[in-house]
């Protein structure tokens, strides 16, 4: 049998509970046959979820099942009213709403939410929204992974995705970076513009530097910039050394030139 959450056990008592109560007037049903059928019928359609199952996952499935106080043909069904049409269509859509939020929709949209304000707003406000979207999305990615499914995953990718593109940009174009506060414009040599080879130089040296690292510890790009980097190899580490090496090869070309 699957391991249950704690809130989801008690939850689902409580409404066998409230099935109990809404047959125990019709003398023609056992409440007991009905909430032992009940019971192995909820199991069963869990039987996919994954575990623990969780208060969300159980009201999708009681929510198949219907009203239990409609079972009993001993309950009188009220007319239809304004108050039936608002509560079908304005309270129990809030409803469904909250309990999607309270299950396992709650933190994906709640990231997507931060991300949009934080790209929205001033940097003085942006950035620290956009910190703390990544920060609580990878700590989903790390530590709650089986609650990724579906299209939760791409809510919950989407800060990641802006913070591991940053930092990998960061990275590799530090040298760039740098050489913005002492550009002096490209050179014209023979008619043709050559950059400068100051430039070259250093992105050279900085992305073999980069490389070394990289291939030597490829689990701590792939820790760093999860779940994207998780293809990660030695190989990749050493061709951005090789590239490296054709900067500072070309570099030297233009200096001797």
Same mark, same amino acid.
């Given at each position: 049998?699957?391991?249950?959450?704690?809130?989801?056990?008690? /939850?689902?008592?409580?409404?066998?509970?409230?099935?109990?109560?809404?047959?125990?007037?019709?003398?023609?049903?056992?409440?007991?046959?009905?909430?032992?059928?009940?019971?192995? /019928?909820?199991?069963?359609?869990?039987?996919?979820?994954?575990?623990?199952?969780?208060?969300?996952?159980?009201?999708?499935?009681?929510?198949?099942?219907?009203?239990?106080?409609?079972?009993?043909?001993?309950?009188?069904?009220?007319?239809?009213?304004?108050?039936?049409?608002?509560?079908? /269509?304005?309270?129990?859509?809030?409803?469904?709403?909250?309990?999607?939020?309270?299950?396992?929709?709650?933190?994906?949209?709640?990231?997507?939410?931060?991300?949009?304000?934080?790209?929205?707003?001033?940097?003085?406000?942006?950035?620290?929204?956009?910190?703390?979207?990544?920060?609580?999305?990878?700590?989903?990615?790390?530590?709650?992974?089986?609650?990724?499914?579906?299209?939760?995953?791409?809510?919950?990718?989407?800060?990641?995705?802006?913070?591991?593109?940053?930092?990998?940009?960061?990275?590799?174009?530090?040298?760039?970076?740098?050489w913005v506060g002492t550009f002096r414009g490209p050179r014209i040599y023979r008619g043709?513009?050559?950059?400068?080879?100051?430039?070259?130089?250093?992105?050279?040296?900085?992305?073999?530097?980069?490389?070394?690292?990289?291939?030597?510890?490829?689990?701590?790009?792939?820790?760093?910039?999860?779940?994207?980097?998780?293809?990660?190899?030695?190989?990749?580490?050493?061709?951005?050394?090789?590239?490296?090496?054709?900067?500072?090869?070309?570099?030297?070309?233009?200096?001797?030139?």
């Amino acid at each position: 049998m699957k391991n249950w959450t704690p809130d989801a056990s008690d /939850h689902f008592e409580s409404w066998l509970g409230r099935v109990r109560r809404s047959v125990a007037g019709d003398p023609a049903i056992n409440p007991d046959d009905v909430t032992q059928d009940l019971r192995a /019928h909820v199991h069963a359609e869990l039987s996919a979820v994954p575990e623990p199952v969780t208060v969300g996952a159980l009201d999708r499935v009681l929510d198949s099942l219907g009203n239990p106080s409609q079972w009993s043909d001993t309950m009188k069904v009220p007319a239809a009213s304004n108050a039936d049409w608002f509560k079908r /269509h304005v309270t129990d859509v809030v409803t469904e709403w909250q309990k999607a939020l309270a299950g396992e929709w709650g933190m994906p949209v709640l990231l997507a939410v931060l991300t949009l304000l934080a790209m929205t707003t001033s940097r003085w406000i942006g950035a620290p929204l956009l910190l703390l979207a990544y920060f609580m999305a990878r700590s989903h990615v790390v530590y709650a992974p089986h609650a990724l499914t579906g299209r939760r995953t791409w809510l919950v990718y989407m800060p990641l995705a802006i913070g591991a593109g940053l930092l990998a940009g960061m990275v590799l174009a530090f040298p760039f970076i740098l050489w913005v506060g002492t550009f002096r414009g490209p050179r014209i040599y023979r008619g043709y513009l050559v950059p400068q080879y100051e430039l070259l130089w250093a992105a050279g040296a900085w992305w073999m530097i980069v490389g070394v690292l990289t291939s030597r510890e490829p689990k701590r790009v792939q820790a760093a910039l999860r779940p994207f980097a998780d293809g990660f190899e030695p190989a990749h580490g050493r061709f951005l050394m090789l590239l490296g090496a054709a900067f500072l090869i070309t570099a030297t070309v233009i200096l001797i030139s």
